[in-house]
């Protein structure tokens, strides 16, 4: 998985710490974990959950590496000078691979007609690790669609629970509309109202956290098709190849978030 | 047990006052809503949000984390079956079905009266006096049809729990075998005078030490010189990772931080422990005194028991002992007398969620969080409880600790092995005559552990709990202790007729049931472990599908967040591999076989047409 150099805004700063990525010297700045530090060095590490503009999660685990031969979320690992890192190896990728499977499997993911398709991040990697079939026997859940608000549509089938709208929607509307519940396989997202609907939260469409979601979870109405599939974002580049392009952007908001699940 | 006439706004405001308004209390005040009301309305979800200045949406996501916790009614009287393996094995089910068919209902569902709900639950930690359940929470073991009658009909009388007879609720300690920590002979407060004075003898003043550190001063002798002792005991956690207690304790002493908390771990929700519900009976005194210690050596002020609700049966017990505590001056302000030893010790509740054992997730809980376990690093003993430096520790540990601290580290390490110091408790439960607690020094055999408590006929011991291994005959040789068999304490024996997929199978279901879901290998995983393990039991099991076991068990163990994921696959793989003959007697085919039962489809289609002819039949046979 060969990656485009990437222009990262701010050179990094007066350091020589560094540690390893697949033999290669990455330098870093105290605070950043792994994947911050590769991204920003124009280093590709797969991920799904992780966004430059949110604090990392670590729940997808599709960033996992190997440091120092044990494996690691790279998104959440804290970079220490002189770290072996491996990432870019047959072992890591096939794990990547079962974990976008495990992903399908669970939810109700029918790519040619959902709206998201071509602009979907499980989808893109999806392709781009070379997920041939589903692998394993699909769940089938019975999933709800929360249609109630003027603009947005809701398709939990696709959901993939990582959070970032949770985050979006405190971190930087200051408006906490989604929060996770349940667990396990009962784990799903809700809405602050206590109707459970959309439209009783205050959830706008300029809202951040209306963009995030990587998936097709969180449809703007009105809109779907607009931009016909095979020209979409992921339909013209994979999504190794852009993935760096974004990558080190600054965060927008706080760094609170009222309804997040991990304390850490 | 009639819902008040001022619901719900004043169960509100009594939960709000009695844990002080703040929103880490947020999980003890749901239980005692959850308690009044039998079920948490969202009404009362969005009164907590304001009062709280919280979403609703994360209120209403703690609810929908814990078991215990409800959205909708559950009724006057909420029954739970615990569903361990020993429960099952002792008769659980039948009394199940026995009750419901009695009562007239289906299990989980609420009855059409709105009287009660009957469901399982993970074990209740009964092991050696089950089956269980939980009535509003209360445990009673040793059921039986006659036991079962009983409590049906004090429901349909609607009879106040309080007013049900007590022997209904009757726990046994069964302590079988007792070494050096059952058998101590500390009185409360001996073991923190022998902390203070060990202090004095190096320096001045003890306590004066004990807060100059709590204000960022260089630590002096007094807490130094007990941490040194609990460090040369050797001493490692009995919670089941077994990290140097010594070592954890001082880098908490060492960390930065405003404030410092000592937090005792009493989840105890692997399936097949019991121990720590015992000693939280009869050993009270020794938990908090080694808490206390702890507290002395770290600088904390103060304590949390987190106690799965399980156990809430203990709760006034465990209540009503920490207040003689404080009134003969072992908790509170100047501890024995030494100005500036100030500590007390607060029991916050678990709600059902075995997850909220693992140590981050419990501090997560303990913020009155979902119990999801943290990123680590940081570890708690840096960033615990509200970000503060925290040590968290097993029951026994702290109990170990209270002993060390008396008698010193070399009397410890009299015991045990080179590599394991001291003793360790052992909950002994399944096919044997004498179930209970056995207290051994770490090195005895599985062997002399299976003759002592009687069982003549095992073929397998599960060893620490699903999470821990499953051996057979062939390991009956091998010692408890950290360099062999590590253990937790659960010691379940399984006899040679039974049925070790069936164990593997109960232990599956389990992690399923308690993935807290946060990551993905282990949310899908362990339900895709599930559903394999109840294809072989359906009969459509292939080799095909004992490949994917592996694959998930590799997937699990390299990408799980926790502990839970990375042994979820530990029955299967063990059973497979010990006991194969259990899951090739399941299979029908030895090639791939559909999950989709082609002619079990179309079974309701007979019904309804009346029809059970050959041509109403579809068999895969017949058309290859
Ligand atoms: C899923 C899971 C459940 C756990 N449950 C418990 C428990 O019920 N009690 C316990 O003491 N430790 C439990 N642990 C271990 C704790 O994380 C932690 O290691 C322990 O409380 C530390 O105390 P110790 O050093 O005294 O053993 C659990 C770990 C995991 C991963
Ligand atoms: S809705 Fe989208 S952004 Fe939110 S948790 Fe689900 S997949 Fe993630
Ligand atoms: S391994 Fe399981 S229990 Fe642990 S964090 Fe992941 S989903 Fe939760
Ligand atoms: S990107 Fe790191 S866990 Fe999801």
């Known amino acids: 998985m060969t990656a485009t150099p990437a222009m990262s805004p701010q050179p990094p700063a007066a350091t020589t710490a560094t540690f390893q990525l697949d033999g290669r010297e990455v330098p870093f700045n105290e605070g950043q974990t792994i994947i911050q530090a590769a991204l920003a060095a124009g280093r590709y590490i797969p991920h799904l959950c992780y966004h430059p503009e949110f604090k990392p999660h670590g729940s997808c685990k599709l960033c996992t590496v190997k440091v120092n031969g044990r494996p690691a979320a790279s998104c959440t690992l804290p970079a220490q000078a002189g770290l072996v890192v491996e990432s870019d190896t047959e072992e890591l990728n096939g794990l990547r691979r079962t ?6 499997a669970e939810g109700n993911h029918f790519c040619p007609s959902c709206e998201k398709s071509g602009n979907c991040t499980l989808q893109a990697l999806g392709y781009d690790l070379g997920v041939m079939t589903a692998g394993f026997r699909h769940f089938f859940p019975d999933r709800p669609v929360d249609a109630s608000h003027p603009d947005i ?11 970032l709208c949770v985050r979006a929607s405190c971190e930087v509307d200051g408006k906490c509309v989604f929060a996770l519940s349940g667990r396990g396989q009962t784990k799903h997202l809700v809405v602050n109202a206590a109707s459970g609907r959309l439209a009783d939260t205050d959830a706008d469409l300029a809202d951040k ?16 098709f607009a931009q016909p599939i095979g020209q979409r974002r992921y339909d013209a580049r994979p999504i190794s190849a852009q993935a760096l392009e974004d990558a080190p952007r600054p965060g927008a908001g706080s760094p609170g978030c009222a309804a997040c699940e991990e304390g850490g | 047990m009639t819902i008040p006439e001022h619901f719900p706004e004043q169960v509100v405001e009594d939960a709000l006052a009695a844990f002080s308004g703040r929103p880490e209390n947020l999980l003890q005040m749901l239980i005692r809503i959850q308690a009044a009301l039998g079920h948490v309305p ?12 919280l979403p609703l949406a994360r209120i209403r996501g703690v609810v929908g984390f814990y078991a215990f916790l409800s959205e909708t009614p559950q009724g006057l009287y909420r029954v739970r079956f615990s569903d361990n393996i020993t429960d099952r094995m002792q008769g659980g089910p039948a009394l199940l079905e026995q009750m419901c068919r009695r009562l007239w209902l289906e299990p989980g569902h609420l009855s059409e009266d709105g009287l009660l709900t009957v469901d399982t639950t993970s074990c209740t930690g009964m092991c050696d006096q089950g089956p269980a359940l939980l009535v509003n929470g209360l445990a009673i073991p040793r059921l039986d049809p006659a036991r079962i009658d009983r409590i049906s009909d004090l429901i349909l009388a609607r009879t106040p729990l309080a007013d049900w007879p007590e022997a209904l609720f009757q726990v046994d300690d069964n ?8 058998d101590h002979d500390l009185a409360p407060g001996d073991a923190l005078r022998t902390a203070l004075a060990r202090g004095r003898t190096g320096d001045r003043e003890a306590a004066a030490n004990a807060r100059s ?5 260089p630590g002096g002798q ?4 007990t941490l040194e002792e609990i460090k040369h005991s050797n001493l490692r956690g009995r919670g089941g990772a077994g990290f140097t207690t010594g070592l954890k304790w001082e880098a908490c002493r060492n960390a930065p931080g405003d404030a410092r908390y000592v937090v005792c771990n009493a989840d105890e929700g692997e399936p097949g422990t019991f121990k720590d519900r015992v000693l939280l009976a009869s050993q009270a005194d020794l938990l908090w005194e080694g808490m206390t210690v702890c507290a002395y050596v770290v600088g904390a002020r103060q304590g949390f028991l987190y106690l799965r609700g399980e156990y809430l049966h203990l709760l006034q017990p465990l209540e009503a002992s920490l207040a003689r505590r404080r009134r003969a001056g072992l908790l509170g302000r100047d501890i024995l007398g030494q100005a500036g030893f100030d500590f007390d010790i607060t029991i916050h509740l678990g709600a059902g969620a075995y997850v909220c054992g693992e140590e981050s997730a419990l501090l997560e809980s303990l913020e009155g ?22 040590v968290v520790n097993n029951v026994e540990t702290f109990c170990a600790a209270a002993l060390v601290a008396r008698h010193g580290g070399d009397w410890y390490r009299e015991a045990g092995t080179a590599k394991s110091s001291g003793t360790k408790l052992l909950s002994v439960a399944g096919d044997c005559s004498r179930p209970g607690i056995y207290e051994y020094p770490f090195g005895v055999t599985v062997a002399q552990v299976l003759a002592d408590c009687g069982a003549e006929d095992a073929q397998a011991v599960q060893v620490s709990g699903p999470s821990g291994v499953c051996i057979g005959r062939e390991g009956f040789g091998r010692r408890i202790a950290f360099e062999d068999l590590a253990t937790a304490g659960a010691f379940t024996i399984f006899n040679s007729q039974r049925d070790m997929f069936l164990v593997a199978r109960n232990y599956t279901r389990f992690f399923a049931h308690e993935s807290c879901g946060f990551c993905t290998p282990c949310r899908v995983g362990t339900a895709m472990l599930k559903n394999i393990m109840d294809k072989i039991e359906a009969g459509h099991g292939t080799p095909y599908d004992l490949a994917e076991i592996e694959q998930l068990d590799r997937v699990l163990q390299t990408s799980a967040h926790c502990g839970l994921g990375h042994t979820a696959c530990n029955p299967t793989l063990d059973t497979l591999k010990a006991f194969r003959p259990a899951y090739e007697r399941r299979m029908t085919s030895l090639d791939f076989e559909p999950a989709f039962d082609l002619d079990g489809a179309l079974a309701k289609a007979r019904q309804m047409t009346g029809r059970d002819d050959a041509g109403a039949h579809l068999s895969l046979k017949d058309h290859p």
Not at chain 1, 99 to 104: A, D, N
Not at chain 2, 213 to 217: D, I, L, N, Q, T
């Open chain 1, 99 to 104: 974990l976008v499977q495990m992903l399908f």
């Open chain 1, 153 to 163: 549509l809701l398709d939990f089938n696709r959901c993939i629970l990582c959070e």
């Open chain 1, 209 to 224: 956290a209306m963009e995030v979601c990587p998936v097709g979870v969180i449809i703007k109405k009105r809109v779907g």
């Open chain 2, 42 to 53: 969202v009404d009362v979800m969005a009164r907590l949000a304001q009062a709280l200045a």
């Open chain 2, 175 to 182: 302590l079988r075998r007792r070494d050096r920590l059952l």
């Open chain 2, 213 to 217: 550190w709590r204000e960022g001063m």
């Open chain 2, 222 to 225: 007094g807490p130094l010189a």
């Open chain 2, 369 to 390: 969080k979902r119990g999801i376990p943290r990123n680590r690093p940081p570890y708690p003993v840096s960033h615990g409880y509200l970000q503060r430096p925290t």
